[in-house]
């Protein structure tokens, strides 16, 4: 299993959700540079590169690309905070999301 990070995720989601997951191998879609890329092209790009999976907070991502062999789980909301505070339910997301299924995570919102 490979999770791809959208550029609106914190790669620093990365470590705390592989921990989360397990064995799978947690990247960003910074460290690939892909961070010009539109939506279709992104998910090209990762379905080459062998992601199953890809988490991002563009909620439209998932109704735009209905046909996407890569699961796209969209979190609600980009603060780190909240991120961090729903690994353990975007890992889930991650493990019980099938392909061509999309899931949205609730993230907490956190003040400053």
Same mark, same amino acid.
């Given at each position: ?24 191998? !947690?990247?960003? $879609?910074?460290?690939? *540079? ?11 790009? =990762? %379905? ?22 890569? !699961?796209?789980? $969209?979190?609600?909301? *980009? ?11 975007? =890992? %889930? ?20």
């Amino acid at each position: 299993m490979k999770v791809l990070l959208d550029v609106g995720v914190s790669p620093r989601l990365r470590h705390p959700l592989r921990q989360q997951v397990g064995d799978a191998l !947690v990247e960003s $879609a910074e460290f690939h *540079n892909w961070r010009s890329l539109r939506d279709q092209e992104l998910l090209t790009a =990762a %379905e080459r590169c062998g992601f199953t999976t890809l988490t991002t907070t563009d909620k439209r991502m998932a109704m735009e690309q209905p046909h996407s062999p890569v !699961v796209i789980i $969209a979190d609600d909301d *980009n603060t780190l905070a909240g991120l961090l505070a729903a690994a353990s339910s975007i =890992a %889930e997301a991650v493990r019980s999301t099938r392909p061509g299924e999309k899931r949205l995570v609730p993230v907490a919102r956190f003040r400053r």
